[in-house]
């Protein structure tokens, strides 16, 4: 049975830096693709950053040089490190699993992961 659980969030000013951990269990790294959703309330999920088996990642846009997604095998943790934070990074950040035996591709839609974590808050002041 899979499970996560996020954790690290909190209240920090514009510019300060966090870092959300994931723990995992029930999977291992190197067949899941993991990824890290950011939901502000009546909005949708969208997805912040994925590393896929471990290994190559992905980011949005708008958190390119700033987010860095990483994974400890050993710990079997998945790691969000958010620098340079803006109020605009606002909201409820989720770990998510989906299971990727194959391919290259990098699945950025909510409804692609089966698996999701609780959830932790992460709230930026200006």
């Known amino acids: 049975q899979v499970q996560l659980a996020e954790s690290g969030g909190g209240l920090v000013q514009a510019g300060d830096s966090l870092r959300l951990s994931c723990a995992a269990s029930?999977?291992?790294?190197?067949?899941?693709?993991m990824a890290w959703f950011r939901q502000v309330p009546g909005k949708e999920r969208e997805c912040v950053a994925v590393i896929l088996r471990n290994t190559d990642t992905f980011y949005a846009d708008s958190e390119k040089g700033r987010f860095t997604i990483s994974g400890d095998n050993a710990k079997n943790t998945v790691y969000l490190q958010m620098n340079s934070l803006k109020p605009e990074d606002t909201g409820v950040y989720y770990c998510?699993?989906?299971?990727?035996?194959?391919?290259?591709?990098?699945?950025?839609?909510?409804?692609?992961?089966?698996?999701w974590g609780q959830g932790t808050q992460v709230t930026v002041s200006s």
């Open positions: 998510a699993a989906r299971l990727t035996l194959y391919g290259t591709a990098f699945h950025s839609a909510a409804r692609e992961y089966a698996y």
């Open positions: 029930g999977l291992t790294f190197s067949s899941y693709a």
